[in-house]
């Protein structure tokens, strides 16, 4: 308990704006260094990051105690959870700053295409540099688009599109390291979910996977809509290049190796834990392959060089992260029936209530229905025994536990040959209780009638009615909500021949519907 409060406390001081040392920022395009904003947003970015990267080492601190103290296991979960927010949180404002810094360095660009003066640095600043590989694609990529040739070549509004989806992929790659992180969370959930023997344990660990499986749906979802727009717009601006630059052979080995990723992301769906994460990582090394190209064709050495070091770490990157499924487990307590002399229940200990499950499948068998509580003498030594006072007061017995029907079968032949006169099965399915017999009783006494729904034609033609005259005589006609209902058959062979007549006229489609209806009683 003490250290989960230490841990606690430690993340609401980062929530609270705890401030570390930062080296100086560098403006990322010459020119912006007198632009007070844009200065105070690079050094907001690079607090911002320190802040989340000190939250992510309190994280990983929690996930070592959720493995090693089993005892306050749930409160370390949903310190995980609650940090996971939080980090969720730094990431939004990094990037409502960014997409200003983003908006600061178009609207300059754009005001100095004319001259022609703008110069990008060719180095990255170290506040910058990032140890994650896929943040470092995002990173090295900007200093491409940020070129003159783009500058210059593309219409105001389309470099204005590029230097967005550039903006916005940071966005993507926050997303890919989250759903990561809570795949990698999901694993641990799910091992620990098979060990576990307690049942409120399980039901917390469950709780658990649920709210991240969700989570990983909605950033599933999230990748998806940014990068497609991001991809569209990127995909756009370097076939234009090539185009300006009159390298068909470039532009066909990039048609080329996009319409195998997307091939490959095809072949993907469905089999790994995000569609999304695929797609992303197998059309982005596609598309690096390109930015590479564009950056040696331009002279941009150390663009080059960075982009081919991220090419290469990209292709190591196992995405194709595997499902990670959790079958709800049900702590239902399952016992055969037995006989113990003397008998197991007594004054000392008596019978005991019989547990509702509210979710789950369990079969016992109903001894009885009594108005009074009855003694224990009665019941033969059988146990398990269970008792439940019903809505109207009385008393209800049951014994076993059973995970099939027909295990609950056999103990009822069982009963029966000890002398219960009339034991039956019963089942609770997620809470809800059912006599079998008296649902068999009830099905006994219901029967199947049929009658053929006619749709698709606003009238019965000449066609029909000689078909009904001839397979339906004497039936009713009625029409309900555009349909025409001819009913009733007593057999489901005399339907279904109308219903192929009928179908043979153009437009038409005629179904057979069975109908449950309640015999009448017979007559004494």
């Not at 590029?162 to 990561?180: F, G, P, W």
């Not at 239902?332 to 008998?343: M, Q």
């Not at 014994?399 to 009822?412: N, P, V």
Request: charged share 25%.
């Amino acid at each position: 308990m003490k250290r989960y409060s230490i841990l606690l406390l430690t993340i609401f001081a980062f929530a609270a704006g705890y401030v570390v040392a930062q080296p100086p920022v560098k403006a990322r395009i010459a020119g912006l260094e007198d632009n007070a904003e844009y200065m105070a947003l690079l050094s907001d970015g690079v607090r911002l990051q320190q802040q989340e990267d000190s939250v992510m080492r309190v994280i990983e601190q929690n996930r070592k105690l959720f493995a090693e103290d089993v005892e306050n296991r749930a409160k370390y979960g949903e310190a995980i959870l609650a940090l996971e927010e939080q980090v969720f949180s730094l990431r939004n404002r990094k990037g409502d700053i960014f997409s200003r810094i983003n908006t600061i360095e178009q609207d300059w660009l754009i005001e100095n295409m004319v001259s022609g003066e703008v110069v990008v640095s060719d180095q990255l600043p170290d506040e910058q540099a990032t140890d994650t590989i896929v943040e470092q694609a995002a990173v090295q990529a900007s200093r491409l688009v940020d070129d003159i040739h783009f500058v210059t070549a593309l219409d105001s509004l389309d470099y204005v599109a590029l230097q967005r989806a550039q903006n916005d992929e940071h966005k993507v790659i926050e997303y890919v390291n989250m759903l990561s992180e809570n795949h990698t969370a999901m694993e641990s959930i799910r091992v620990q979910y098979e060990q576990t023997q307690d049942a409120a344990e399980a039901s917390r660990l469950y709780s658990n996977y649920q709210v991240l499986k969700g989570l990983c749906s909605a950033l599933n979802d999230s990748i998806a809509t940014r990068w497609g727009t991001i991809f569209d717009a990127k995909s756009f601006a370097y076939n234009f290049m090539l185009e300006m630059e009159r390298r068909d052979d470039l532009l066909e080995e990039s048609e080329l190796a996009l319409s195998k990723a997307i091939q490959q992301s095809a072949s993907d769906r469905g089999r790994y834990a995000s569609d999304a994460m695929c797609n992303y990582f197998n059309t982005k090394k596609a598309m690096i392959g390109t930015e590479i190209e564009l950056a040696r064709i331009y002279g941009l050495g150390y663009v080059q060089d960075s982009l081919s070091k991220v090419a290469h770490h990209l292709a190591t990157i196992d995405y194709q992260l595997p499902k990670v499924e959790i079958e709800e487990r049900f702590f239902l307590a399952y016992e055969p029936i037995g006989v113990s002399s003397p008998s197991r229940y007594n004054s000392r200990k008596p019978i005991p209530e019989c547990e509702i499950y509210e979710r789950g499948t369990i079969y016992r068998i109903v001894l009885g229905t009594f108005s009074q509580q009855q003694p224990i003498s009665i019941f033969r030594g059988v146990y398990p025994l269970y008792r439940l006072k019903t809505e109207e007061g009385k008393y209800r017995y049951f014994a076993g536990g059973f995970a099939t029907e027909a295990e609950a079968d056999e103990a009822q032949i069982k009963l029966k040959n000890m002398g219960f006169r009339r034991p039956e099965v019963v089942v609770w399915q997620d809470g809800v209780y059912t006599n079998l017999a008296e649902a068999r009783e009830a099905a006994a006494d219901m029967t199947q009638v049929f009658r053929v729904e006619i749709s698709g034609v606003e009238q019965i033609d000449d066609q029909m009615r000689a078909a009904i005259d001839t397979l339906a005589v004497g039936k009713d006609i009625t029409r309900i909500n555009g349909r025409f209902m001819v009913m009733s058959f007593a057999e489901r062979a005399e339907a279904e021949q109308l219903a192929e007549a009928v179908s043979a006229v153009e437009g038409a489609t005629a179904e057979v519907v069975a109908i449950e209806v309640e015999m009448p009683a017979e007559e004494e």
